[in-house]
């Protein structure tokens, strides 16, 4: 097969307060992967392990931001990428761990690392290499702009796929009634 | 001679006394709605029906036909404002689909589905509202109430108990349960009430049956909701 003409695009992607489910669903688009990769290449990513964001036409977000690592991780995104998509549940409205936002944090890490039954001397980790969590966990459009929403538990493969092949084909992208699921 | 109106350039026939809504239903034709259910009196306030009438907006659940008029409902504008509304419904309340039993079935959901609602758009509210798991049979989570009272009228007008009661005002609105206690167990609440399966959204849920239809195979995952806006549910 020749070569495509173009330049590939640069594509990173990352998780911060998610559960890699949804790159776990990019990864199930299978197959497609190789002939996605004949337009694109990743830049960082947990799939290259480049540990920072450089330029890039798409940056992919999985999971909200719970902690100061998170907002770091996430405006470098957008400093670097073009087109910043937010993917999941989590990423777009905070999802699973934005449960945590009726208790205060204090009794979170309280209970998880000191009260809980079982724990002997347990005591809230304050190494500071550790991130700082926020109070509240936030989606990602809360901080910074984003530019396009890929929404499900994890969205399937063929959502991903939709999204990414209407870009790279210079489509706004849109999911019809089979690809549009909030759960 | 049939009395007709338009509707997107539509002629939808309608019969004296009947809603735009209703005429438009009759004819198969969807317009987004969320506290209109055809077997209760209209209740106006969620705006997701608004529709132009002779260029001037209104909501069709209250709005009753008249001969010649001229109706626009899916505009690009109208459905951008009703996409606005959908994303403050959200916001507004605690809506995790994911781990939510009503999801696949759920008419919010569904017609956020229908108005390409990808994102919540505005910040989250997260307001604390506490779960009444008191009764036996059934279960309130009152962080997805969206305050269209279908459950207030189907008590009141179809079961005669008035269970259900929205109190305050704006913001502050907020459904109650009429008991002392404000707990639903005590009232005379059953799972034979109309009140019972009238939720348009996952508040009032039956106990023990929340996943036995798996997500992925209910009824707005199966049709889009402009296909069947009132689906019997696959519920056990
Ligand atoms: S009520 Fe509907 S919109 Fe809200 S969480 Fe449940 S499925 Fe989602
Ligand atoms: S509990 Fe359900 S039916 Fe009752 S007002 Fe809230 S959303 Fe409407
Ligand atoms: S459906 Fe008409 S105002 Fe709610």
Same mark, same amino acid.
């Given at each position: ?26 990864? !199930? ?105 926020? !109070? ?29 092949? !209407? ?17 | ?9 539509? *002629? ?101 589905? %229908? ?21 036996? %049979? ?28 929205? *109190? ?12 002392? *206690? ?39 995952? %199966?049709?889009?909701? *402009? ?10």
């Amino acid at each position: 097969m020749n070569e495509p003409a173009q330049p590939k695009l640069r594509v990173a992607t990352t998780s911060l307060a998610g559960c890699f489910g949804c790159h776990t669903s990019f990864l !199930d688009i299978d197959e497609r992967l190789l002939e996605l990769l004949k337009h694109i290449e990743f830049d960082r990513s947990p799939l290259t392990d480049i540990k920072h964001c450089g330029p890039c036409d798409i940056g992919i977000i999985e999971g909200g931001v719970c902690n100061a690592e998170n907002v770091h991780v996430l405006r470098e995104f957008r400093a670097n990428c073009k087109i910043l998509i937010a993917i999941g549940a989590c990423a777009i409205n905070g999802g699973l761990p934005a449960q945590r936002n009726h208790l205060s944090l204090a009794e979170v890490l309280e209970e998880v690392y000191h009260a809980q039954h079982g724990l002997v001397d347990g005591f809230i980790p304050n190494d500071p290499e550790l991130p700082l969590p926020l !109070d509240k966990v936030h989606p990602l459009h809360e901080v910074v702009k984003i530019d396009y929403f890929i929404p499900g538990c994890p969205p399937s493969a063929d959502a991903i796929w939709k999204v990414l092949t !209407d870009l790279l084909d210079g489509r706004e992208p849109e999911l019809g009634h089979d690809l549009i699921h909030y759960d | 001679m049939i009395n007709t109106f338009t509707l997107d350039g539509m *002629s939808i026939p309608f019969s004296e006394g009947q809603t735009i809504i209703q005429a438009a239903m009759a004819a198969g034709v969807y317009i987004p709605h969320l506290c209109f259910n055809p077997q209760f009196k209209p209740h106006g306030s969620c705006k997701l029906c608004t529709v132009k009438v002779n260029g001037r907006q209104s909501s069709s659940c209250t709005h009753q036909a008249l001969s010649g008029m001229v109706v626009e409902s899916n505009t690009t504008q109208i459905n951008d404002e009703r996409r606005m509304l959908l994303q403050m419904l959200f916001v507004e309340g605690n809506h995790f689909c994911p781990s939510c039993e009503k999801s696949g079935n759920c008419q919010l959901q569904a017609t956020a589905y %229908e108005l390409h609602m990808m994102s919540p758009h505005f910040d989250q509210f997260f307001p604390d509202r506490a779960v009444d798991a008191s009764h036996p %049979e059934y279960l309130l989570d009152f962080n997805r109430c969206i305050l269209c009272s279908l459950c207030v009228r189907a008590s009141r007008d179809v079961d005669s108990k008035n269970v259900f009661a929205l *109190s305050g005002r704006g913001i502050k609105s907020r459904l109650i349960v009429n008991a002392k *206690s404000g707990l639903l167990a005590d009232t005379d609440f059953c799972g034979d009430d109309k009140a019972a399966n009238v939720c348009p959204v996952g508040v009032i849920l039956k106990k023990r049956i929340g996943f036995a239809v798996p997500i992925g195979q209910r009824s707005f995952d %199966e049709q889009p909701i *402009s296909a069947s806006p009132h689906p019997v549910m696959k519920e056990v």
